[in-house]
């Protein structure tokens, strides 16, 4: 059975460092492009960032640029979004998604080619 299974949400303050983790399972990450998305109350869900499976490089919104990194431990079969410096616009519930196309700067955004989706975490910053 494919899943993906975030963790690592929670509360922080505006300033604070959350990391979140995405585990696959049902297919080996390591051949996938994966992305992280989010979607704040009453707004689209947005792209945050992506990162290759060919090379693992990455790309990322100009919205969290500098401030969330994207890693991956392709034995863990893991995803990971580092970020820093959060801000109350930051709050939403975050998602990862895993798409067998090697996304390109361009395409990565495009949510209706991915192949599965995480249920999502929340991320709330708050003082």
């Known amino acids: 059975q494919v899943q993906l299974v975030e963790s690592g949400g929670g509360l922080v303050q505006p300033g604070g460092s959350l990391r979140l983790s995405c585990v696959a399972s049902?297919?080996?990450?390591?051949?996938?492009?994966m992305s992280w998305f989010r979607q704040a109350p009453g707004k689209e869900r947005e792209g945050l960032g992506c990162?290759?499976?060919?090379?693992?490089?990455?790309y990322y919104a100009d919205s969290v640029k500098g401030r969330f990194t994207i890693s991956r431990d392709n034995a863990k079969n893991t995803v990971y979004l580092q970020m820093n410096n959060l801000r109350p616009e930051d709050t939403a519930i975050y998602y990862c998604?895993?798409?067998?196309?090697?996304?390109?700067?361009?395409?990565?955004?495009?949510?209706?080619?991915?192949?599965?989706w995480g249920q999502g975490t929340q991320v709330t910053v708050s003082s």
């Open positions: 998604a895993a798409d067998s196309w090697d996304h390109t700067e361009v395409s990565w955004r495009r949510q209706y080619e991915y192949d599965y």
């Open positions: 049902g297919f080996t990450l390591a051949r996938y492009a």
């Open positions: 990162i290759r499976s060919a090379d693992s490089s990455t």
